[in-house]
């Protein structure tokens, strides 16, 4: 139950959806609502998609690339520490950037791309994804993250489509609370992936 919570707690945080929303609508001001949701849908679907890809190719990328676990481990936990110190400002900054906002409200089809990847499915999702399914030891440890992965997927869907009520009930002010405390959380999480790797590298 303790690493089923802090798999999906860590995941949930670092996609946060929640604040996502302005950016989403801001992309999406030209399409008609229908439209909306088929782009909230397909981003998450990427993203679930990329994540879980990456998740269980981790492995074998560590062998590939002569990565030990803990050293990635230590890694993940830093990006983590910057994503979670951008979020306590109440800021997405490294999970997307003005220029890709920018780009994004261009394109005709923002799912893909900066929709999913980077802004749902950004590095810190990737390393944190591939560092939970490098450390489970069970099957049900790995079904634990993809799980995780999957209802992640599915509560930034429920989000992005309740996006324009959420703002109204919440206003920027409410979404800026709500990512500092997913900061606060994260930052927590990201100290304890870069003490276990400290640990486990010392221990190898």
């Known amino acids: 139950m303790q690493f089923a919570l802090i798999t999906f707690t860590s995941i949930l945080f670092i996609v946060d959806p929640v604040a996502l929303i302005p950016t989403y609508l801001a992309i999406t001001q030209d399409e008609t609502p229908e439209q909306r949701r088929r782009t909230a849908m ?3 679907i ?3 998609i990329l994540l879980v890809v990456f998740g269980i190719a981790g492995r074998l990328i560590f062998r590939v690339f002569g990565i030990t676990l803990p050293a990635f481990r230590i890694a993940g ?6 994503v979670a110190l951008d979020m306590l400002r109440g800021n997405r900054t490294t999970q997307e950037s003005s220029e890709e906002i920018a780009e994004g409200q261009e394109k ?3 799912a893909i791309t900066p929709l999913a990847m980077p802004m749902l499915a950004g590095p810190g999702a990737i390393s944190t994804v591939m560092v939970l399914a490098g450390q489970a030891r069970t099957v049900g440890q790995h079904i634990v993250v993809y799980l995780s992965v999957v209802l992640t997927a599915f509560l930034s869907w429920l989000s992005l489509r309740a996006g324009e009520r959420l703002v109204v009930v919440l206003g920027q002010t409410g979404i800026r609370v709500m990512t500092r405390i997913m900061g606060l959380l994260l930052a927590a999480v990201a100290t304890q992936f870069i003490i276990t790797g400290v640990r486990d590298a010392i221990h190898m």
């Open 108 to 110: 005709d089809d923002v």
């Open 46 to 48: 990427a993203a679930m």
């Open 77 to 82: 936990g830093l990006i983590l520490w910057f």
């Open 42 to 44: 397909r981003a998450c």
